[in-house]
């Protein structure tokens, strides 16, 4: 319980004021005024695992890169595993998974013909549009609402 109590991730936010700490060693300057209190500061932060945030965004960056090694190393131990057995379904497998296809629009007909074309497809799409939504050119007087009557 105490191993699981120390792995939570925790964020500390403040301006501690404590310019006379050299947080990259984690010492701190030996003129400081208050060398007590911030000697304090830095354990707390050792014993805690405590970091600065832009610490925070270099171990991201690192740790990213470890995993996205790892995931590589896995893909490629995957598919060597599953050539020296004599079996392509990983590496196919993986093929499929990586594959980013377009299809776009499905060849449409009209008047009983197929058609593949981007722009008669456009206009075939265009047509049916029209067919279906109407505009209504006549301007019928809408009532005024200012004129109420009980």
Not at 30 to 47: G, P
Not at 100 to 122: I, M, T, W
Request: proline share 3%; hydrophobic share 35%.
């Amino acid at each position: 319980m105490e191993y699981e109590a120390r792995e939570k991730h925790i964020i500390l936010a403040g301006d501690f004021n404590c310019p006379d700490i050299d947080w990259s060693n984690m010492v701190v300057n030996k003129s400081a005024a208050d060398r007590e209190v911030q000697q304090a500061l830095i354990d707390l932060s050792i014993e805690h695992r405590l970091t600065q945030w832009g610490l925070f965004k270099q171990y991201q960056r690192e740790c990213k890169k470890v995993f996205k090694k790892a995931e590589v190393n896995h893909i490629n131990n995957t598919i060597q595993k599953g050539l020296e057995e004599n079996n392509s379904k990983p590496f196919w497998r993986y093929v499929k998974s990586r594959r980013q296809d377009s299809v776009g629009v499905a060849p449409l007909k009209k008047a009983g013909r197929l058609v593949n074309n981007g722009k008669e497809k456009a206009q075939i799409l265009v047509d049916q549009f029209k067919s279906v939504f109407t505009r209504d050119d006549s301007n019928p007087q809408l009532p005024d609402k200012s004129k109420r009557t009980s």
